[in-house]
């Protein structure tokens, strides 16, 4: 079974510095990888996703994130935060077996402080 | 085009009662997920439903249920609430299932068990 760590739970920021989310995983088979971001009172809006191809993804809202299979990671990245980047980061993985289920890890919290 | 749909948004029930939680997906989108959110567990996957059967089913008792209707649109039952059922249910659609489609999610019904 697919498990996902998130290295992180709290990550504080200032704005426009660059910031990076760490995100590991692991399985037994291919996968497929996520980041999801939450904003308070709100569902799931998708940043990016991983399927095969580059390793470097690259997503709405500036960020991107690198797939690196030998170290089973995933993490996110952005050059520069806002303010409004302040939410909750989900990393989630699904595999070829197990339909649309997503596994998803602990989430970090982002706040991106002025 | 309209995104996922959830009713209600909000939802109080005393211990033992049953609850009933609706979602309309995309137009369009016919397969349809259930996620659980506390702030203990975490995102946790309920149940998947495509063409009005169950092709998924996370790790959780019997008295979580669900069902899925000819228009794609799926509700999901608790019965004999228990406290620890207090979560956000998160439901999220995608166009068929499969471990690389994307889902789109919908802004959860915050059920509060007391």
């Known amino acids: 079974a697919q498990s996902v760590t998130q290295l992180d739970s709290q990550v504080p920021v200032f704005e426009e510095a660059p910031v990076e989310l760490r995100c590991n995983y692991s399985?037994?088979?291919?996968?497929?990888l996520f980041w999801y971001v939450q904003y308070p009172n709100q569902g799931l809006q998708l940043l990016l996703k991983?399927?095969?191809?580059?390793?470097l993804v690259k997503g709405i809202n500036g960020f991107e994130a690198e797939f690196n299979k030998s170290q089973t990671s995933f993490h996110l990245r952005k050059p520069s935060v806002h303010i409004s980047d302040t939410a909750e980061y989900f990393c989630?993985?699904?595999?070829?077996?197990?339909?649309?289920?997503?596994?998803f890890g602990e989430g970090t919290q982002l706040t991106v402080n002025p | 085009k309209a995104g996922v749909t959830q009713t209600p948004r909000y939802l109080i029930k005393t211990r033992g009662q049953q609850v009933t939680l609706s979602c309309s997906p995309i137009?369009?989108?016919?397969?349809v997920s259930w996620y659980q959110q506390t702030p203990g567990q975490g995102l946790q996957f309920l149940f998947e439903?495509?063409?009005?059967?169950?092709?998924n089913k996370g790790n959780f008792p019997g008295r979580f249920s669900g069902r899925q209707f000819s228009n794609s649109r799926s509700e999901m039952n608790v019965s004999t609430l228990e406290l620890g059922d207090s979560a956000l249910y998160l439901c999220?659609?995608?166009?068929?299932?499969?471990?690389?489609?994307?889902?789109?999610f919908g802004p959860g019904t915050r059920l509060t068990v007391l």
């Open positions: 991983y399927l095969s191809g580059s390793t």
């Open positions: 439903y495509f063409s009005e059967t169950q092709r």
């Open positions: 989630a993985v699904s595999e070829e077996t197990s339909g649309s289920r997503l596994t």
């Open positions: 137009s369009g989108h016919r397969s």
């Open positions: 399985s037994s088979v291919s996968v497929y």
């Open positions: 999220a659609s995608s166009l068929v299932p499969g471990a690389h489609n994307e889902q789109f």
